[in-house]
């Protein structure tokens, strides 16, 4: 099956910081693939680079087994910094306005994917009034208008509440059995532990690491291996 998303060989220099070298992973269609990596890995830099808000230095990214194009983005979603809304406007107001703009019917955007994402008791409350967690929720219900096959969500349960995490959690998973590609990025072990297919780890802006959970787990310890693995690459860096 063509994967959702594959990456080959990416770099992307930001200023003299060399973010991403020679970055490779794949993402298949309806799974839930978690990026790790320590702060400043180049998880956000990645991400930017695959929905066309950073153009790659070098290396491909191909969406659905085409080379990424301007088109491609009309089958991606995504959040990357946080979900930028507008405090006056309520949750229906942004999903009308962002289907107009996309050319999707605004009636049937604000009836299949509000529900989606549990916000349709308070579609019309100003986002102010908001939670984190409702915002993210918010933010993932715009970000599928057009019915992406590929959403790329950046640390979706950063600063959420237990409940908080745990309505992401099971909603990714529902979008996933739905059959879009969820390609999530965190640096929270237990958070990807509990939603994530495969993953794939990068340090230093490479990729050491790409499989399942417990191919990465050190005797079972999924924190031990990810640890090990860090370590290990950042004493071989001069």
Same mark, same amino acid.
């Given at each position: ?14 200023? @003299? ?52 194009? @301007? ?14 809304? =507008? ?26 994917? +509000? ?20 915002? =993210? ?12 096959? +590929? ?28 059959? !879009? ?13 509990? !939603?994530?297919? @495969?993953?794939?780890? +990068? ?12 191919? +990465? ?15 290990? !690459? ?5």
């Amino acid at each position: 099956m063509t994967p959702a998303l594959r990456i080959s060989a990416l770099s992307k220099k930001l200023g @003299r910081n060399q973010a991403l070298q020679g970055v490779d992973l794949e993402v298949a269609q309806g799974e839930v693939y978690g990026l790790l990596g320590p702060n400043g890995a180049g998880k956000t830099t990645l991400m930017k680079c695959i929905s066309g808000l950073l153009v790659p230095d070098s290396g491909t990214v191909e969406v659905a087994g085409r080379p990424f194009t @301007r088109d491609s983005l009309r089958g991606i979603g995504a959040l990357v910094d946080g979900p930028g809304l =507008w405090a006056r406007m309520s949750a229906r107001q942004h999903v009308r306005a962002h289907a107009k703009l996309r050319g999707v019917s605004p009636d049937l955007a604000v009836g299949e994917l +509000l529900p989606l994402v549990g916000m349709e008791q308070v579609a019309d409350r100003r986002v102010s009034a908001y939670s984190l967690g409702m915002r =993210w929720r918010l933010g993932i219900a715009i970000a599928l208008i057009g019915s992406p096959g +590929l959403l790329i969500l950046d640390e979706p349960t950063n600063g959420l509440d237990p409940i908080g995490m745990r309505d992401i959690r099971g909603l990714l998973r529902r979008l996933s059995d739905a059959g !879009t590609a969820v390609f999530v990025s965190s640096h929270q072990l237990d958070q990807i532990s509990r !939603t994530c297919d @495969r993953v794939g780890v +990068l340090v230093h802006g490479r990729t050491r690491y790409e499989g399942p959970l417990d191919g +990465l787990a050190r005797d079972g310890d999924l924190e031990s291996g990810f640890f090990s693995l860090v370590e290990q !690459t950042s004493s071989g860096v001069r």
